[in-house]
């Protein structure tokens, strides 16, 4: 085998590898990203709506409707109201069609899917008191898809 032959099968096996790291390490990381801690501090029930977010708080049986006005492009109504230094679990739905639940400031993104629910959890810093995070449906849904937007606000 000459020395050219050599380098060539050196570089195919070193990719590879590298390749083979790669995937392994985010195999891992993929499982760590959808796991729901052990311990939740508070769960919101939200459901995606034509052209509006609902939260509901099973913890106090309340829900808060952020409506879309497409007269004048305005929402009204409420937020995702959450603790600073928390875990908050979400269950997303929606009623009508795919919506997708996106806080981009907290790395939040998930599907709402016509019946079925997703779970996921995140944490609230606890440096993000008085902060306001930007949610923004990024499933286009239809005619008001651009304005169904809300908020997460820490409290
Ligand atoms: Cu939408």
């Known amino acids: 085998m000459d020395s050219t032959r050599k380098l060539e099968y050196a570089w195919t096996l070193a990719v590879v590898a590298l390749l083979a790291a790669v995937?392994?390490?985010?195999?891992?990381?993929?499982?760590?990203?959808?796991a729901i801690p052990s311990h939740i501090d508070e769960y919101v029930e939200v459901t995606g709506h034509q052209?509006?977010?609902?939260?509901?708080?099973?913890?106090?049986g309340t829900?808060?409707?952020?409506?879309?006005?497409p007269s004048?492009?305005?929402?009204?109504?409420?937020?995702?109201?959450?603790?600073?230094?928390?875990?908050?679990q979400i269950n997303v739905t929606s009623l009508d069609v795919i919506h997708s639940f996106n806080v981009p400031g907290l790395g939040?993104?998930?599907d709402a899917i016509p019946?079925?629910?997703?779970?996921?959890?995140?944490?609230?810093?606890?440096?993000?008191?008085g902060t306001t995070y930007l949610i923004q449906c990024t499933e286009?849904?239809?005619?008001y898809h651009g304005i169904m937007r809300a908020f997460v606000v820490v409290t």
């Not at 995937?23 to 959808?34: C, W």
């Not at 829900?63 to 006005?69: E, I, K, S």
């Open 140 to 143: 286009f849904c239809g005619t």
């Open 63 to 69: 829900c808060a409707n952020v409506t879309y006005n």
């Open 51 to 60: 052209w509006y977010w609902e939260f509901c708080y099973p913890a106090n």
């Open 23 to 34: 995937m392994f390490y985010s195999t891992i990381l993929l499982y760590h990203v959808d």
């Open 108 to 110: 939040v993104r998930i």
């Open 115 to 129: 019946g079925r629910t997703n779970n996921f959890a995140f944490n609230v810093p606890n440096a993000a008191a």
């Open 72 to 88: 004048n492009g305005t929402t009204t109504g409420g937020a995702l109201w959450v603790h600073p230094g928390t875990t908050v």
